[in-house]
């Protein structure tokens, strides 16, 4: 009868979080199949469901023949307890989280039935932590039973395979040790009958090859060399990375560098325990899981970005699906390009802003076990705001979704703004919801560019206080490269020096990478000299610049514009000759056909 206490207290705790575990998001870690015993859950599906036989074996449930609206295992266990208590649905005190459903009395009178005493059982129902503490103990003695019953078919117990006591005064396991560096791990009928031999015993030969081969496995796993201080470290991260991946670019370097540590270690460049080779063999597996899965996602995600815009096409060189929130694939047509680049101010209510360029660039966010073990994310903090700039690419509007936020966890409320220079700001509103992408068509003339965005957090708490951002991507994208109008012309001049057309070159190489597009080349001056005559020579330095690269690049497949600005978009104010000189200058923008 202890058993089935054992049982009811892990399976009442399961379902006091149950709520709790419905509304989580579960990390792809907890998803894994563990390859290694201690790396299982203290209590597994498959003891769980043991669980639940023997407690519907107590309470005589599980009839086929019973009907019911809700006839879940679950269901029906609770409905037995309250019919052996005889209590009703009036009765006068609940039990924390169990709802009105699980009744004191109810429990009181089962574990009287047990034989536990009412007084016990009183003192038991009046400590809050009592569930918590039976559950420990009944984790603990789930650890001792794993680590002392048998495992086995064969029912080879801890003693039998240690035990000297043999007529050779060889234990089993030193003869298994002895066959295995003799001749391999594998578990054959042969090999236990010479184990046999070597301990003057018939216990093996007993044994199908499926049992042997757990016993085999189990011995070399307790007597293999443990992994270094290095090795456990790799390892660690290893767990973390491999199920943790982002796209299916990621997912391929990881692969490869996978396979590149196998190809060391099978050569013997690198020396390695079994365990961490073990664990590279896994990790392998696990990431062609996620693989597999990140190209049948990709794939989906980029033909319906496609069929809203079928226009929007740099290459598939440049284009890449990332997974976002709750494994969202999102397509983004310039790859790592989409990503913002600078942190421009940012705001946070304890002043923790040392890591707040996590939120630039590709998303890289690894989160353990542990809350706080998180790397590769800013938390806004409550209230708390931060503003990027893209510098190498533009935020515009497309068909569909054109910003997304890479957030872990479930997407807080968070004000949005986005602006052409960092001054002037267009309020977009408020995501959250679990909604990460957002469209700025209502907001925007179409063919707009803009260069900023701001986040705010909206005050709700959370584990980690403030939306907890990892990367900040444009969907809708135009590459934006600019060069120093000192670098291509002369002071006042139009026509480019020799450094300015070895600078265009490595520009060219730039342009090419996306296959195809719109190429508008803007001129910009300082405000010294007329309008009119700065709008001339930002013209004319447009066209040098334009001429050039389509020399250098000669495919059809581009089309080109020129503009001449002038003095009219200054980056920063013309108050100092460091300021003048950062407003000289070309911008190119690549927009897709």
């Not at 444009?474 to 480019?496: C, H, P, Q, Y």
């Not at 996306?514 to 009119?532: C, F, M």
Request: a negative charge.
């Amino acid at each position: 009868m202890r058993n089935y206490l054992i049982y009811l207290i892990s399976f009442l705790l399961m379902l006091s979080c149950g709520e709790t575990k419905k509304n989580g998001e579960i990390s792809e870690e907890q998803l894994e199949l563990q390859p290694d015993r201690d790396e299982e859950a203290n209590i597994s599906s498959d003891d769980l469901k043991k669980s639940m036989e023997q407690l519907g074996g107590l309470f005589n449930m599980g009839s086929e023949d019973e009907s019911s609206d809700n006839n879940s295992p679950e269901a029906n266990a609770l409905k037995k307890l309250l019919e052996m208590s005889g209590s009703d649905s009036h009765s006068s005190q609940d039990l924390g989280s169990f709802g009105d459903l699980l009744k004191t009395d109810a429990i009181f009178d089962l574990l009287e039935a047990s034989g536990v005493s009412r007084e016990e059982m009183q003192k038991l129902i009046n400590n809050p932590d009592s569930l918590k503490i039976l559950a420990q103990e009944a984790i603990k003695n789930r650890e001792l039973e794993l680590k002392n019953e048998p495992e086995l078919k064969g029912k080879l117990s801890k003693e039998q395979l240690t035990s000297k006591n043999t007529p050779t005064g060889v234990s089993l396991e030193e003869a298994i040790l002895i066959i295995q560096a003799e001749s391999g791990p594998e578990a054959t009928m042969a090999k236990l009958k010479t184990i046999d031999s070597l301990a003057g015993t018939n216990v093996m030969e007993k044994l199908d090859l499926n049992e042997a081969g757990y016993v085999f496995r189990d011995i070399e796993r307790k007597n293999e060399e443990p992994p270094t201080f290095e090795e456990t470290k790799k390892i660690e991260v290893l767990k973390k990375v491999t199920g943790q991946l982002h796209s299916v670019k990621e997912a391929n370097k990881v692969l490869a560098d996978l396979e590149k540590t196998e190809n060391d270690i099978n050569s013997g460049a690198l020396k390695a325990s079994s365990r961490y080779q073990e664990t590279i063999k896994y990790r392998k597996k696990i990431v062609k899981v996620f693989q597999k899965d990140f190209e049948r996602k990709a794939k989906a995600a980029k033909d319906k970005f496609q069929k809203l815009n079928p226009d929007l096409y740099f290459g598939d060189e440049n284009g890449e699906t990332y997974v976002g929130h709750m494994k969202k694939a999102v397509y983004l047509p310039l790859g790592e390009f989409s990503f913002a680049d600078k942190v421009i101010k940012s705001n946070h209510p304890l002043l923790l802003t040392q890591k707040v360029d996590n939120v630039l660039r590709e998303p890289d966010v690894l989160q353990g076990f542990d809350l706080h073990d998180i790397t590769g994310i800013h938390s806004l903090g409550l209230g708390g705001g931060i503003t990027v700039q893209f510098t190498d690419n533009a935020l515009t509007d497309v068909n569909g979704p054109d910003l997304y936020i890479f957030e872990i966890g479930q997407i807080e409320p968070t004000d949005l703004e986005i602006s052409k220079d960092g001054k002037k700001w267009i309020h977009v509103g408020k995501i959250d919801g679990g909604v990460a992408e957002v469209d700025i068509s209502p907001f925007v003339e179409q063919g707009e560019l803009f260069y900023y965005v701001r986040l705010t957090d909206l005050k709700m708490e959370s584990g980690l206080p403030g939306a907890d951002v990892d990367a900040i991507a444009a969907i809708g994208a135009a590459m934006r490269l600019n060069l120093d109008s000192k670098v291509l012309f002369e002071t006042g001049k139009s026509i480019l020096k020799p450094e300015g057309m070895a600078a265009l070159k490595k520009l060219a190489q730039n342009i090419a990478v996306l296959k195809k597009g719109n190429v508008i080349i803007e001129g910009h001056t300082d405000d010294v000299g007329s309008k009119e005559t700065n709008q001339k020579l930002s013209l004319a330095r447009a066209k040098s610049v334009s001429a050039e690269l389509k020399r250098l690049i000669p495919s059809s497949s581009f089309r080109w514009k020129e503009k001449g600005f002038g003095e009219s978009q200054p980056l920063v104010e013309n108050d100092t000759d460091e300021n003048r000189a950062k407003n000289r200058r070309v911008d190119v923008l690549i927009l897709p056909n």
